[in-house]
């Protein structure tokens, strides 16, 4: 004669319940005890023989792998984590020699495809990459050689006209602070309107997401403010 067991596990608590079954070979089963297991691990009674046939009825009911007088129950695969989106830059690396004749005053070039800008210093000595936000459209794109005409800290900023057509809810006029458009810092491009600059709103770095002008990060665009100085040059491409 031999037994099988059977495993009932209770979701709602660490505890599952277990029934001890007697079952004689080529018979039914009957209950003949009952008790308590803690997690899915119960050691078997040590006396108890356990068929081959009544071993595999036990593992196809309960769902179990038998180990040396140890039940463990069977590992599930862990469902799948939703996908995260990021925020994407490809981060293309140039060489400045493709873009600029020299690095006088130092040089910026804007990546509208990479979403990323690079600065290299006049002496080559110090060179910088950063992923930033683009144009949203390019409609908005402008694309060239300019220069850095000026440089702000702590920028207010004005919507242009085309902006306040877009958005006629904007506000008039924006302080520095928080809340400004243009972050922390901005140079100023020879390109009215043009910019790159900070910005609080880390959602928009890696993507198409401005009205025309580069933005990076606050903690970025201080470090390129830094470098950068008034005639530096600067293409968007």
Same mark, same amino acid.
């Given at each position: 004669?031999?037994?099988?067991f059977?495993?009932?596990?209770?979701?709602?608590?660490?505890?599952?319940?277990?029934?001890?079954?007697?079952?004689?070979?080529?018979?039914?089963?009957?209950?003949?005890?009952t008790?308590?297991?803690?997690?899915?691990?119960?050691?078997?009674?040590?006396d108890?023989?356990?068929?081959?046939?009544?071993?595999?009825?036990?593992?196809?009911?309960?769902?179990?792998?038998?180990?040396?007088?140890?039940?463990?129950?069977?590992?599930?695969?862990?469902?799948?984590?939703?996908?995260?989106?990021h925020?994407?830059?490809?981060?293309?690396?140039?060489?400045?020699?493709?873009?600029?004749?020299?690095?006088?005053?130092?040089?910026?070039?804007?990546d509208i495809? %990479?979403?990323?800008v690079?600065y290299w210093?006049e002496?080559? %000595?110090?060179?910088?990459?950063?992923?930033?936000?683009?144009?949203?459209?390019?409609?908005l794109?402008?694309r060239?050689?300019?220069s850095?005409?000026?440089?702000?800290?702590?920028? %207010?900023?004005?919507?242009?006209?085309?902006m306040?057509?877009?958005?006629?809810?904007?506000?008039?006029?924006?302080?520095?602070?928080?809340?400004?458009?243009?972050?922390?810092?901005?140079?100023?491009?020879?390109?009215?309107?043009?910019?790159?600059?900070?910005?609080?709103?880390?959602?928009?770095?890696?993507?198409q997401?401005?009205?025309?002008?580069?933005?990076?990060?606050?903690?970025?665009?201080?470090?390129?403010?830094?470098?950068?100085?008034?005639?530096?040059?600067v293409?968007?491409?």
């Amino acid at each position: 004669m031999g037994t099988i067991f059977e495993v009932r596990q209770s979701l709602s608590s660490r505890f599952c319940d277990y029934y001890l079954l007697e079952a004689p070979v080529g018979e039914g089963c009957r209950r003949r005890e009952t008790g308590k297991v803690e997690g899915s691990i119960m050691k078997l009674i040590k006396d108890i023989s356990i068929s081959r046939r009544a071993a595999l009825l036990g593992v196809a009911a309960s769902g179990l792998f038998l180990k040396t007088g140890v039940a463990t129950a069977q590992t599930t695969t862990p469902l799948a984590s939703p996908p995260v989106r990021h925020n994407i830059s490809s981060f293309s690396n140039s060489n400045w020699r493709d873009h600029f004749d020299n690095l006088k005053h130092g040089a910026i070039l804007c990546d509208i495809d %990479s979403r990323a800008v690079q600065y290299w210093s006049e002496d080559e %000595s110090v060179y910088k990459l950063y992923p930033s936000s683009v144009p949203e459209s390019e409609e908005l794109t402008k694309r060239g050689y300019t220069s850095a005409i000026k440089k702000v800290e702590g920028p %207010s900023w004005r919507p242009t006209p085309s902006m306040k057509i877009r958005n006629p809810e904007w506000p008039d006029y924006f302080q520095p602070g928080p809340g400004n458009p243009l972050g922390t810092h901005a140079l100023y491009l020879s390109w009215q309107y043009y910019r790159v600059h900070g910005t609080g709103d880390t959602r928009k770095i890696g993507r198409q997401s401005s009205n025309g002008c580069i933005g990076l990060y606050n903690e970025h665009i201080k470090e390129l403010f830094a470098l950068a100085e008034v005639g530096t040059q600067v293409k968007l491409f």
